[in-house]
């Protein structure tokens, strides 16, 4: 290798061109057309100088020309960007880069001037080779072609006075035919007239016929059916009649017979009882809901306590050994959290339990209607304080118990926490 093709191949411009190509080098999660589009031309600009460095003869290479090619791809408003592209692969980037190289294309066509010709010497000769072996090929095969050209015309003679006497019959045949065909066509004509003819005729006739028949038949359906419609609406109006002079005996009797049983010895509408009833019941299911979503937030909340704590880690054990304050602010928290979760659960069984004793209430008053109107007087009246003291003399027993009273399971789940965070200090130490 020559001092000349050391220098070129030494060229920091390989280097510049190979971090051009490093840079461009990025892979985007979501493709953008204008992204695309301006990283392929600015691609096919690089191509161009690497095509022309290809090609460029290594002794008699421009290397000053290639040091300002260098340098004008070194220029920070070129080089800078591109490095910004492979941070953050935004269109901006490459629109700065192509606008900058625009000035050097010229430069990069000006290096072909100095290609030594060996890469379309590479290409051409096995194309020359291939053209020569062809024509060879050619000349081998036009001897037989002239041999079978000969045979072929002797055939076609054959065939061109095969042809001639064809042609004649074919006229001969023509002329028979059209002769045939005229006086076919004279006879078609009379005969289709005269079945024209007689076609029409006996067309109007049968449309007078029809016509004469549809007036009659028109004009007996037109009576039939008035008829028909006037009797039918007779019938209709007396069946209306008597169907609204039943449905309003039965309204009549129904309206009065809930009117009864909605006074039966003086009880209150159990419409309106039952209402009541449901609505409370109602509202304890939502509370019940709302302490039950409370109670889960709270477990949540610790459990999510004790993850971070073990993500950063219990700083249980210092150089003085046992770090008591830290387990008490550790554990003292996740008691609390448990402690509150177990008191909403709490709450929500009671509010579901006060729901459920609604909802049978309800079911009760509902059921007292068709209970009652099936009993005679005596029976109602027995029933009567029976029903009022079920009914209106409910009291809620034990409730404030239940709802001041502690869970002494909280005392043990706290100790129980405590108990395993000894546990697990004593095995870390």
Not at 161 to 189: C, I, P, S, Y
Not at 259 to 270: E, K
């Amino acid at each position: 290798m020559t001092r000349w093709e050391e220098e070129f191949d030494n060229n920091p411009i390989h280097a510049t061109l190979e971090g051009i190509r490093e840079f461009l080098n990025v892979k985007v999660d979501s493709p953008d057309s204008d992204v695309a589009i301006e990283k392929r031309r600015l691609e096919k600009a690089l191509d161009l100088l690497d095509s022309a460095l290809e090609q460029v003869d290594k002794e008699i290479a421009p290397i000053a020309l290639l040091n300002q090619i260098n340098g004008h791809l070194r220029q920070p408003q070129f080089w800078n960007q591109l490095q910004a592209y492979q941070g953050n692969p935004v269109v901006s980037h490459l629109q700065a880069a192509n606008n900058h190289i625009n000035s050097q294309i010229h430069v990069f066509y000006q290096l072909a001037i100095f290609s030594n010709g060996k890469k379309s010497k590479r290409i051409t000769k096995p194309v020359e080779k291939a053209f020569d072996e062809f024509c060879m090929g050619v000349d081998a095969k036009s001897g037989e072609f002239d041999a079978k050209l000969n045979g072929q015309i002797s055939k076609l003679q054959e065939i061109s006075d095969t042809q001639d006497r064809l042609v004649a019959e074919m006229t001969h045949l023509k002329d028979v035919h059209e002769d045939r065909l005229n006086t076919w066509q004279g006879e078609f004509t009379e005969n289709q007239t005269s079945r024209a003819e007689e076609f029409s005729a006996t067309q109007i006739q049968r449309e007078e016929q029809f016509s004469e028949w549809l007036s009659a038949f028109t004009k007996s359906a037109n009576e039939n059916l008035e008829t028909l419609v006037k009797s039918q609406k007779e019938k209709f109006g007396n069946l209306f009649e008597q169907f609204k002079a039943k449905i309003n005996v039965y309204q009549k009797d129904a309206i009065s017979k809930h009117n009864a049983i909605l006074d039966i010895h003086g009880l209150v509408a159990t419409d309106g009882v039952a209402g009541g009833y449901k609505r409370t019941a109602d509202d304890e299911g939502k509370a019940a809901n709302k302490w039950r979503w409370a109670a889960f937030l709270l477990l949540g909340a610790a459990a999510l306590w004790l993850v971070i704590k073990l993500w950063f880690g219990i700083n249980a054990l210092d150089e003085n050994g046992i770090d008591w304050e830290e387990i008490a602010t550790s554990v003292s928290l996740t008691g609390i959290l448990l402690a509150a979760a177990v008191y909403a659960s709490k709450q929500s069984n009671f509010h579901r339990s006060n729901e459920k004793k609604m909802r049978w209430f309800a079911l009760e008053v509902k059921a007292i209607d068709p209970f009652l109107a099936s009993l005679g007087e005596e029976d109602q009246k027995k029933l009567k304080a029976q029903i009022c003291e079920r009914i209106f003399g409910q009291t809620d027993r034990g409730s404030n118990h239940e709802t001041e009273s502690f869970d002494p399971n909280v005392i043990k789940v706290i100790s129980d926490s405590l108990v395993d965070g000894v546990k697990s200090l004593s095995k870390l130490k």
